[in-house]
């Protein structure tokens, strides 16, 4: 299964990253649609089975849900925080 | 023996009869388009001795056998690949089922249909039951048991019962859904939302709620 690991909450603005450990080479991952606005950048190890998700935290006081899935092997997870008021 | 090596296979032609024993002293074979001699064989056209034929046979064994161990490894990896695709499609179908359901499904919900029934009418009661029941532990699947639990309760109920969950995963995740929902609609389940909040430890993310609630109290 994918995990991750990631903050809970976080400032307005501020550069969030959450890393994915147990991912294969099928791995993607959105941001739910709740997250309106939020636009992800995710970087792939293959070797080392890990990935990074960043993003800018949107405006404050709303939530963030990111999806990670592993088509081909590990389970998929998700990810949820706040962004501080 | 002469061959006037018409095609690239005349050198093996030449060797196949050579295994069966014909070792005369004329061995000797022109190459022309020998595919498999012409790396050892440099000109094209030559006279090849005996000791050139042995280096040429052994050459084609091993490229016969090369290729053979590449179409064993060739094979095993097109059934691993097969056999990964099959068992990922079958991962993957129980997977949209859940994690990559529509997105912020209990938002969905919340906003849609309001009842555990609505639910079942829109997904279907035997994929949310599944989901439900099949013992993984997302987010969603928790909240999802969360709000089966609490059968035929206003959804509004069990988004805001929700957030007095002592797993933060679920706190969390609830605060992202509610902060998405009708505001207005949230007031009238002010109490059960402030009690909800209230079981909330974690002190930041209590204050975040707080907030959540001061915004709707001041509509």
């Known amino acids: 299964m994918i995990k991750l690991n990631g903050p809970r909450l976080v400032e307005a603005g501020s550069a969030v990253c959450i890393t994915a450990t147990n991912v294969g080479a099928g791995f993607s991952a959105i941001a739910d649609p709740a997250s309106a606005g939020v636009h992800l950048k995710v970087t792939i190890d293959l070797k080392k089975h890990t990935a990074t998700i960043c993003f800018v935290a949107p405006a404050a006081g709303t939530g963030v849900i990111i999806h990670v899935t592993d088509s081909v092997v590990a389970k998929g997870s998700s990810h949820s925080l706040i962004v501080r008021r | ?219």
Not at chain 2, 108 to 113: G, N, P, S, T
Not at chain 2, 147 to 168: P, V
Not at chain 2, 186 to 211: C, M, P, T, W, Y
């Open chain 2, 1 to 219: 023996m002469k061959t006037d090596a018409p095609g690239p296979f005349s050198c093996e032609i030449y060797l196949k009869s050579w295994q069966l024993g014909y070792r005369s002293g004329d061995t000797k074979l022109h190459i022309d388009n020998c595919f498999f001699c012409q790396p050892i064989v440099h000109g094209g056209t030559e006279e090849f001795s005996l000791s050139a034929a042995d280096q040429a046979k052994k050459n084609i064994a091993d490229r016969k056998r090369l290729g053979r161990r590449r179409f064993f490894a060739r094979s095993a990896v097109a059934a691993t690949v097969l056999g990964i695709a099959i068992f990922g499609a079958g991962r993957f179908l129980d997977k949209s089922t859940e994690s990559a359901a529509p997105g912020g499904i209990v938002a969905e919900i919340a906003v849609d249909f309001g009842t555990l029934d609505g639910l079942y009418a829109s997904y279907g009661r035997p994929r949310i039951e599944s989901i439900i029941s099949n013992g993984k532990t997302t987010q969603v699947t928790r909240t999802l048991r969360w709000i089966h639990a609490r059968k035929h309760t206003s959804m509004y109920d069990l988004i805001c019962g929700a957030a007095g969950s002592s797993d933060i995963e679920i706190q969390v995740f609830t605060y992202s859904v509610l902060h998405m929902m009708d505001r207005q609609a949230l007031k009238s389940h002010l109490g059960l939302l402030q009690s909800s909040v209230r079981q909330i430890r974690n002190q930041e993310i209590r204050h975040e709620f707080d907030a959540l609630l001061a915004e709707i109290e001041s509509l």
